[in-house]
């Protein structure tokens, strides 16, 4: 049933949204994304932030800094200052700098490139590992951060309490020739209609396919 209904959503979605390297990305634009270095360090910092915010940290960091050493170089202080207009800064400060010794100590400075090495890596969790697996090596996991969650809980397509649990559930029901845009389609569809505090309903094409809607509009009348 949710495997039928996944494929529906998806079906919608692909043809409403672009997917990111058709469209004005704006992580793409400002270079956050140029090197699997950058592309790590800027799916650290964006956790808990707006876009806006982390392409303002990330432009100021990567001016001065844009490898493991150049990091390393920067004082605690500075650093911290660089990156200061993302959440939590001081605590990604200090990943940010574990993270670099570790690349340098164990992967000659590079970006390892399995999923059990990237979770490894201090400040590296499961949305950014299933990122960076799926647009820097070319693997089709779907990443799930809080919009994704969002939306599928909504749509009824899971029940999970935490992202982690949604990211299993809709790897596992979601056909691999979807798998690889997922991610994109329902991010989309996440911050622009299915917001967080008050759903674009009358607008979202895939309301006939979801829970969240007949319960909030047919079910209480
Ligand atoms: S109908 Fe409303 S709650 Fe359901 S997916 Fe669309 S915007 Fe979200």
């Not at 956050?32 to 950058?38: P, Q, V």
């Not at 990156?83 to 700098?97: D, E, Q």
């Not at 691999?176 to 094409?205: F, T």
């Amino acid at each position: 049933m949710a495997k039928k209904k996944i494929e529906k959503v998806y079906e919608k979605l692909s043809n409403e949204y672009e997917i990111f390297a058709e469209n004005d990305n704006e992580w793409e634009k400002n270079g956050l994304n140029s090197t699997d270095f950058k592309s790590l360090v800027s799916v650290m910092l964006s956790t808990m932030t707006h876009t806006k915010r982390v392409i303002r940290a990330c432009n100021a960091l990567y001016d001065k800094a844009t490898t493991p050493k150049e990091i390393l170089d920067l004082s605690d202080d500075e650093l911290t200052e660089l990156i200061k207009p993302v959440a939590h800064y001081n605590r990604k400060t200090k990943h940010l700098k574990e993270m670099c010794q570790q690349l340098i100590d164990n992967h000659n400075g590079e970006v390892p490139r399995t999923e059990k090495e990237l979770l490894e890596l201090q400040g590296v969790g499961r949305k950014c590992t299933d990122i960076m697996m799926n647009f820097n090596f070319g693997g089709d996991t779907i990443a799930v951060d809080t919009h994704v969650h969002r939306v599928l809980n909504r749509l009824g397509i899971v029940e999970t309490k935490s992202n982690e649990d949604t990211a299993d559930e809709i790897n596992r029901l979601t056909p691999k020739k979807y798998k690889k845009h997922a991610h994109e389609w329902l991010i989309q569809h996440g911050m622009n209609i299915c917001i967080s505090r008050k759903p674009k309903c009358e607008e979202c094409i895939v309301s006939s396919l979801c829970d969240y809607y007949e319960k909030e509009f047919y079910t209480k009348q």
